[in-house]
Nanobody, 124 residues
Framework: VQLVESGGGLVQAGGSLRLECTAS?????????IGWFRKAPGKEREGVISISTGYGDTYAADSVKGRFTISNDNARNTVYLQMNSLNPGDTATYFC?????????????????WGPGTQVTVSS
């Protein structure tokens, strides 16, 4: 199983970015949970948002509710993270991760497969 993130970059505060996570070696229709996590320098890894590819249920951290949304395209084995109203506090390396399951959550140790990450930098 391989996960690859894309879409990171530099954006001004208040702007938007859309990240993509594309998986190979799995079939999303079989039921996977895809989560997005982020790691900023000097900070702990933080769970951001996750989705069940089987049911479409989502779960988001309080810090991103109302700003970030997640969606999936099972035909493309791809999950999208739409990030709006970005602020400098959102600056981090963003990782997608996957586990075989149905209930979305942000328990990082339970995720089995991880992508290499993509950098998001929000300037003030």
């Amino acid at each position: 199983v391989q996960l690859v993130e894309s879409g990171g970059g530099l954006v001004q505060a208040g702007g938007s970015l859309r990240l993509e996570c594309t998986a190979s070696g799995v079939t999303f229709d079989d039921g996977y949970v895809i989560g997005w996590f982020r790691k900023a320098p000097g900070k702990e890894r933080e769970g951001v948002i996750s989705i069940s590819t089987g049911y479409g249920d989502t779960y988001a951290a309080d810090s991103v509710k109302g700003r970030f949304t997640i969606s999936n395209d099972n035909a493309r084995n791809t999950v999208y993270l739409q990030m709006n109203s970005l602020n400098p506090g959102d600056t981090a390396t963003y990782f997608c991760a996957a586990l075989h399951g149905l209930a979305p959550h942000l328990g990082a140790p339970l995720y089995k497969w991880w992508g290499p990450g993509t950098q998001v930098t929000v300037s003030s």
